[in-house]
C-alpha cells in the first residue's frame, strides 16, 4: 500500500511540474482583468458562448467516444504518402495574395501589410512533441522563411492555433499581436513585449492604422491550454481593408452568429472557415462539412477557403474528407472553394484554378 501511495505522489507531483511549464501560459493577469470582468461574455468565472454548447452532442458520451476513438477510427487518418506542396518565397510575395501553410496557418499580404494567422511551424499541436504529429511533407516552412510580419493573429490559445515553439521565435520579427482578451496573459509570461499586445472582444472593433479596421466577431468553441477552460477568449476577426472584407473565421461551430455577422458585414470577398477535426460528437465546436457551406452562404461570402486539415489529425475522419466532403456540397450552392497546396499563392483579387492535389497521395 505504501508503495502504491508514493507512486500515486510521484505522478500528482510529475503532472503538477509538467503544466507549470511556460509553454502552458497563464491565466489572465491584472492587466486584461478589469476588461475581462467586464466583457458581456464573462459570466460566474468564465466566457461563455452565445449559445448553451456542451463538450459533446447530445446523446454522446465520453465512453462512446472513446470506443470510436480506439475501435472503429478510420485507418486512414494521416496520409501515406507525402503531402505535396509548393514554397512560395514570401519575402517577394505578390500584393494581395495569400498562402496556406496547412491547418489554420496562413500568411496574407494585402495593402502593404503583411499578416500572418495562428502559426504552428514547429512540428507539432501538442505539449508533448511525439504527439500529434504534422503529416509528412506539410512542414515547408520555418521561421527563418518569413519575413518581417506587421500583424500576428492568434484566434484562441489551443495548442494548435497558439504554438509556443513558433510565437517565440516569431516575435523579434513582429511588429503587434492581435487576440482575444486573456490570450495575451500567455504572451506576457512569455516575456513578449505587452506594448506588441492588443487583446479585444467579441464585437469590438479597432483600427490600429488608416486603412485597416480589424473586428473582433464571435466564434462558437472554447479555450483552455491546461486543466481550466475558457478563461481567455476565443474569436474570430474581420479584416477591412483595400476596399476588400476578409473573415480569419477561427475553430467554430455552426450558429447564428454566421447569420449575424453576414447581415452585418455582408457581403464578404472571402470567409476562411474551419472545415476539419469534426465529429457528430461534438459538432457544437468544430463544423462538420455541410455546415462550413452553410456558414459560408450565412456570411455571405464570394468565397470560401477551408483550413483546419492536412497537417494533424484530431479527429477520427480520413485526413482529406474535409476538403472532399466540403466540395461536395459546395457544389450544390455554386460557392467557389480556393483549395491550394501548401504554399501555393492564391491571388485574392482573381478568382484562379486549382488542382485535386490531395488525390495524388494514397
Not at 500529434?132 to 520555418?142: K, N, V
Not at 492581435?178 to 504572451?187: A, C, E, F, P
Not at 472554447?222 to 474569436?235: C, E, P, V
Request: with cysteine; net charge positive.
Amino acid at each position: 500500500m505504501i508503495y502504491l501511495v508514493v507512486i500515486i505522489v510521484i505522478l500528482i507531483v510529475g503532472i503538477y511540474l509538467f503544466i507549470r511549464q511556460s509553454k502552458f501560459g497563464r491565466e489572465p493577469d491584472a492587466i486584461i482583468k478589469p476588461r475581462i470582468t467586464s466583457s458581456p461574455g464573462f459570466k460566474n468565472g468564465r466566457f461563455q458562448n452565445k449559445s448553451i454548447t456542451p463538450d459533446l452532442t447530445e446523446g454522446a458520451t465520453y465512453y462512446s467516444v472513446s470506443k470510436e476513438f480506439f475501435f472503429k477510427q478510420s485507418k486512414r487518418r494521416s496520409p501515406k504518402g507525402t503531402i505535396p506542396s509548393i514554397k512560395t518565397e514570401l519575402h517577394s510575395l505578390h500584393e494581395d495574395s495569400l498562402v496556406w501553410m496547412g491547418h489554420s496557418s496562413y500568411f496574407l499580404q494585402v495593402n502593404g501589410k503583411r499578416i500572418l494567422v495562428d502559426p504552428v511551424l514547429s512540428g507539432s499541436a501538442s505539449p508533448v512533441k511525439f504527439t500529434t504529429r504534422s503529416f509528412a511533407g506539410s512542414d515547408i516552412y520555418s521561421v527563418p522563411d518569413i519575413p518581417a510580419i506587421d500583424y500576428l493573429f492568434i484566434s484562441h490559445d489551443h495548442w494548435d492555433h497558439l504554438d509556443y515553439d513558433t510565437v517565440i521565435r516569431l516575435i523579434p520579427k513582429t511588429a503587434r499581436v492581435i487576440t482575444g482578451l486573456g490570450t495575451g496573459s500567455h504572451l506576457r509570461r512569455w516575456r513578449i513585449d505587452p506594448k506588441k499586445i492588443i487583446e479585444i472582444d467579441w464585437n469590438e472593433t479597432i483600427e490600429p492604422e488608416p486603412g485597416l479596421k480589424i473586428h473582433g466577431l464571435p466564434a462558437r468553441h472554447f479555450s483552455g491550454r491546461g486543466l481550466k477552460r475558457n478563461r481567455a477568449l476565443w474569436l474570430s476577426f474581420l479584416l477591412e481593408t483595400a476596399g476588400m472584407k476578409i473573415l480569419l473565421g477561427g475553430d467554430s461551430g455552426y450558429d447564428t452568429h454566421f447569420k449575424d455577422i453576414g447581415e452585418r458585414f455582408g457581403p464578404i470577398d472571402l470567409a476562411i472557415l474551419e472545415c476539419g477535426q469534426y465529429n457528430k460528437s461534438w459538432k457544437h465546436i468544430h463544423m462538420m462539412p455541410e455546415e462550413v457551406v452553410q456558414a459560408c452562404i450565412d456570411l455571405k461570402a464570394k468565397q470560401l477557403l477551408p483550413v483546419h486539415w492536412a497537417k494533424f489529425s484530431l479527429s477520427l475522419h480520413d485526413w482529406d474528407e474535409p476538403i472532399r466532403q466540403v466540395l461536395h456540397y459546395a457544389a450544390k450552392t455554386g460557392i467557389p472553394v480556393i483549395h491550394p497546396m501548401i504554399g501555393e499563392p492564391v491571388n485574392l483579387r482573381k478568382q484562379g484554378s486549382y488542382s485535386s492535389w490531395w488525390e495524388s497521395i494514397d
